[in-house]
């Protein structure tokens, strides 16, 4: 992870494909080669070598394989878009070599730092999102065999979905014990349970290093809502984290509740840390505030041997400002981390009914 740039001025022997809906396959010269079928295609006239085949259609409860790379190499970057409302019912996964299980699994907006089925402007280092729903991510991902990418729609409608995702054919050096593989897992928690903390992970096993995570957080009470400490729990950890906190605003790069000027969230984005959303109840029906926030360590991974376990309080105030409050919020979370494989299978994504954002 150090140094995104470091390896630009090296010339070794790479090959550089890329997939889309133009070249499914990534194939030398096998891009822009669909031929439109009829009138209702807006190429119809303009034919093969035109603009014919840029998106897809996925059907309701449909998995479709985006990519399937064979041979060894790393994933430089993934850019995809859809209309926002399908931000939660399309869900990313990539599986690594020939695993049977994935090594990401999210939901697309969270996976993009946009919570709540909300688009947001997002410009930090790995992921980036742009003008008008352009989603970018930047994570290098190495792969000593094999890279396959699916996206399931587990929405009740046909969705269209653009994407492009660029890489290398290239020696990543090592044995595949000694490369670290990229990670990704979607949670979330609604309600809370009262006077538990929220995991954001606690399955991970293996020698790698946590380089980041995306929060969504609903406040269901009023008042603030982000008195609540970070913990990292590294190799067998038990009572006690190695790495403690000091506040969740602290955590994302923020001081003092977020508020600037007095009564009011302030919005930013930048390379390693944001909260990218504030997004505040408006007229008779929506009631709650819903906010987003990430942190990427770019510079300052978190290296573990054996495992690691993450989880993060929810706590407001009562009393007068004079003690401290166990919350009941709406929690959602997306994990970045790097690991040796194998991994140990993720708990089983929520159901469409847990995804869906009232």
């Not at 269209?160 to 995702?165: D, H, T």
């Not at 890489?167 to 000694?178: F, M, R, V, W």
């Not at 603030?224 to 400490?229: H, S, T």
Request: hydrophobic share 35%; with cysteine; glycine share 10%.
């Amino acid at each position: 992870m150090n140094g995104f740039l470091s390896d630009l001025y090296r010339l070794e022997h790479r090959v550089s494909r890329s997939i889309s809906a133009e070249n499914p396959n990534g194939e030398k010269g096998g891009g822009a080669m669909a031929v439109p079928k009829d009138t209702s295609n807006p190429a119809f006239s303009l034919g093969q070598g035109w603009k014919v085949r840029p998106s897809i259609q996925i059907q309701p409860e449909e998995t479709v394989i985006i990519a399937d790379i064979q041979g060894e190499g790393i994933i430089r970057s993934m850019w995809m878009t859809c209309f926002p409302e399908t931000l939660r019912w399309l869900i990313l996964r990539i599986y690594w070599d020939d695993e049977k299980e994935p090594s990401v699994e999210a939901p697309l907006g969270d996976f993009f730092c946009c919570g709540w089925s909300t688009p947001s402007y997002v410009a930090s280092l790995p992921i980036n999102v742009n003008p008008a729903g352009g989603y970018n991510c930047y994570f290098p991902m190495p792969f000593k065999h094999r890279a396959r990418i699916t996206i399931e729609n587990v929405g009740k409608k046909e969705q269209m979905y653009f994407y492009q995702i660029n890489y290398d054919l290239c020696s990543i050096g090592g044995e595949k014990e000694q490369v670290g593989y990229f990670h990704a897992q979607f949670r979330r928690t609604n309600p809370l349970t009262y006077g538990q903390p929220y995991v954001l992970a606690d399955n991970i096993e293996g020698c790698g290093q946590y380089v980041g995570a995306f929060m969504g957080w609903q406040a269901n009470n009023n008042y603030w809502w982000g008195e609540g400490e970070i913990k990292f729990y590294i190799d067998d950890d038990d009572k006690f984290p190695t790495i403690c906190g000091t506040g969740t605003e602290d955590y994302f790069g923020g001081a003092w509740s977020f508020e600037e000027p007095k009564g009011t969230y302030k919005q930013y984005s930048n390379l390693y840390c944001g909260l990218n959303q504030v997004l505040c109840p408006s007229g008779a029906y929506k009631l709650n505030q819903r906010f987003g926030m990430y942190r990427f360590h770019v510079t300052d991974s978190i290296y573990f041997e054996k495992n690691l376990k993450v989880t993060m309080q929810a706590l407001g105030w009562r009393n007068e400002f004079k003690e401290f409050l166990p919350l009941r919020d709406d929690i959602s979370s997306v994990v970045y981390w790097y690991q040796t494989e194998p991994h140990r299978s993720y708990d089983r994504l929520p159901c469409r009914d847990e995804l869906e954002v009232i």
